[in-house]
């Protein structure tokens, strides 16, 4: 099942230079932040963007994580991603296009402030600290990074689903289960 997260662009700007290119800046994620998602907190830990950056997994930069809308790639270097000591650092070279020059715009006058990834996770553990259950994202597969206009959270980042009890192995269950049917469901597609 593919996961979301947003955060708050509180580091993003837009720089133009090397002929009026159009260069957003930001995090799409922000390491060791714990984040209330309702039934426990999870913490994307340093680390967990290395192996699909490292093995240069196709990311897309998108607006509102519409694969209709994009802005910039990792395999065409319009979009870069690196794992710094504060998170996923994000550099999009936005398009000369209407949607490029528009996301300029409302990025610059404070309209859109905050980012979004796509994942799935590839190795988690949980831990229960005072009282709560503490999710740590540890590993995953990135498929996107989005600039958004609804993050839950200013600054930290946020999932787009329920979550089932405190469970962890019901959880795993639950998440088996959302993969096979979106597997059936793209079969017939």
């Not at 990311?59 to 794992?83: Q, Y």
């Not at 404070?110 to 740590?136: I, Q």
């Amino acid at each position: 099942m593919s996961e979301k997260r947003a955060i708050g662009f509180e580091q993003a700007e837009v720089r133009f230079n090397e002929g009026d290119k159009r260069t957003l800046e930001g995090y799409a994620s922000v390491f060791d932040t714990p984040t209330d998602l309702g039934n426990f907190q999870e913490v994307i830990e340093a680390g967990a963007f290395t192996r699909a950056l490292d093995e240069g997994q196709d990311v897309r930069a998108l607006v509102d994580h519409d694969p209709a809308r994009v802005i910039g790639r990792t395999k065409n270097n319009t979009l870069e991603l690196r794992e710094d000591q504060r998170g996923l650092f994000t550099r999009i070279e936005l398009p000369d296009t209407t949607e490029g020059r528009d996301i300029a715009t409302l990025v610059q006058r404070g309209d859109l402030d905050a980012m979004s990834f796509g994942f799935t996770v590839r190795s988690d553990r949980w831990e229960r600290t005072e009282g709560r259950n503490v999710r740590y994202i540890e590993d995953v597969d990135l498929f996107d990074v989005s600039v958004v206009a609804f993050p839950a959270y200013a600054d930290t980042t946020v999932a787009l689903r329920s979550m089932p009890e405190d469970k962890p192995d019901d959880i795993r269950r639950r998440r088996l289960d959302v993969r096979l049917h979106d597997l059936r469901k793209n079969s017939w597609q």
